[in-house]
């Protein structure tokens, strides 16, 4: 019997960065696990949809699907979007079982992954010397969402001994450029910004500006394809997997 496929379910952007960088990092996963069927999917702009994908799927005799939602808090998309999706899905094809995951959330491991794009973003501006950082991410109206955000921040701010500031690029305060200049009213004047993004798009573009604009001395990546995620996805997979056995 094969085992269930693995959907790699992104929110999706109208910037082709933003899907360029999830589809890589989908290839990652497929390298790691090239025994699995592995497909990438978008809840909305961008292609293939999920529905399309599950159709994919069914057609070449899959009955049960794993779907890992790449998303970084519990907030609306994942909670609404992806049952309501799948559900749908489920209610087009008789017999198929899908069973989502936990989204990939803000993982410690991908604390790691934060540092390396960071490391490669002081070393482009030539900066050798931080007094303070602040963690960039997209922000929600769900403050759970949020205090995940803080949550791993603290982590970070412990990690490398420096005050570390959440900031958002939408939805709730602070922006990273009020973060910023907060900092620098302290006296702080070597302010590095970390963006806990995905991939690339609108929101982490307007983060990065307004954080240089602010007096932010580098600003890293996303954290695109990167090992460590594919491995976060690996992860979901299998736990995915163990709950679609029937007891």
Same mark, same amino acid.
């Given at each position: 019997?094969?085992?269930? +496929?693995?959907?790699? /379910? =992104?929110?999706? @952007?109208? !910037?082709?960065?933003?899907?360029?960088?999830? #589809? %890589?990092?989908?290839? &990652?996963?497929?390298?790691?696990?090239?025994?699995?069927?592995?497909?990438? +999917?978008?809840?909305? /702009? =961008?292609?293939? @949809?999920? !529905?399309?994908?599950?159709?994919?799927?069914? #057609? %070449?005799?899959?009955? &049960?699907?794993?779907?890992?939602?790449?998303?970084?808090?519990?907030?609306?998309?994942?909670?609404?979007?992806?049952?309501?999706?799948?559900?749908?899905?489920?209610?087009?094809?008789?017999?198929?079982?899908?069973?989502?995951?936990?989204?990939?959330?803000?993982?410690?491991?991908?604390?790691?992954?934060?540092?390396?794009?960071?490391?490669?973003?002081?070393?482009?501006?030539?900066?050798?010397?931080?007094?303070?950082?602040?963690?960039?991410?997209?922000?929600?109206?769900?403050?759970?969402?949020?205090?995940?955000?803080?949550?791993?921040?603290?982590?970070?701010?412990?990690?490398?001994?420096?005050?570390?500031?959440?900031?958002?690029?939408?939805?709730?305060?602070?922006?990273?450029?009020?973060?910023?200049?907060?900092?620098?009213?302290?006296?702080?004047?070597?302010?590095?910004?970390?963006?806990?993004?995905?991939?690339?798009?609108?929101?982490?573009?307007?983060?990065?500006?307004?954080?240089?604009?602010?007096?932010?001395?580098?600003?890293?990546?996303?954290?695109?394809?990167?090992?460590?995620?594919?491995?976060?996805?690996?992860?979901?997979?299998?736990?995915?997997?163990?709950?679609?056995?029937?007891?």
């Amino acid at each position: 019997m094969a085992a269930p +496929a693995l959907v790699a /379910l =992104a929110h999706g @952007s109208r !910037d082709p960065r933003s899907a360029q960088t999830i #589809k %890589a990092l989908v290839a &990652e996963v497929k390298a790691m696990r090239p025994d699995l069927r592995v497909e990438t +999917a978008f809840l909305d /702009l =961008a292609k293939p @949809s999920f !529905d399309t994908v599950v159709d994919r799927l069914v #057609k %070449a005799g899959f009955d &049960e699907i794993v779907v890992v939602p790449l998303l970084l808090t519990e907030a609306y998309h994942a909670k609404v979007d992806v049952p309501e999706v799948i559900a749908s899905a489920m209610a087009r094809h008789e017999g198929l079982r899908i069973q989502a995951s936990r989204i990939l959330g803000m993982e410690a491991a991908f604390l790691e992954v934060l540092d390396v794009r960071l490391r490669d973003a002081l070393k482009a501006a030539r900066v050798r010397e931080l007094d303070a950082l602040v963690l960039a991410a997209a922000g929600s109206s769900d403050p759970l969402a949020n205090q995940s955000v803080a949550r791993i921040a603290r982590t970070w701010a412990a990690r490398h001994r420096l005050p570390v500031t959440a900031a958002f690029a939408s939805a709730t305060p602070p922006a990273t450029g009020e973060a910023v200049r907060a900092l620098r009213a302290e006296g702080k004047r070597h302010i590095a910004v970390a963006s806990f993004f995905l991939a690339p798009g609108r929101l982490p573009d307007r983060a990065a500006e307004l954080a240089l604009e602010a007096g932010a001395v580098a600003v890293s990546d996303p954290l695109g394809a990167h090992p460590a995620v594919a491995r976060a996805i690996l992860a979901r997979y299998a736990v995915g997997a163990v709950e679609l056995v029937p007891v």
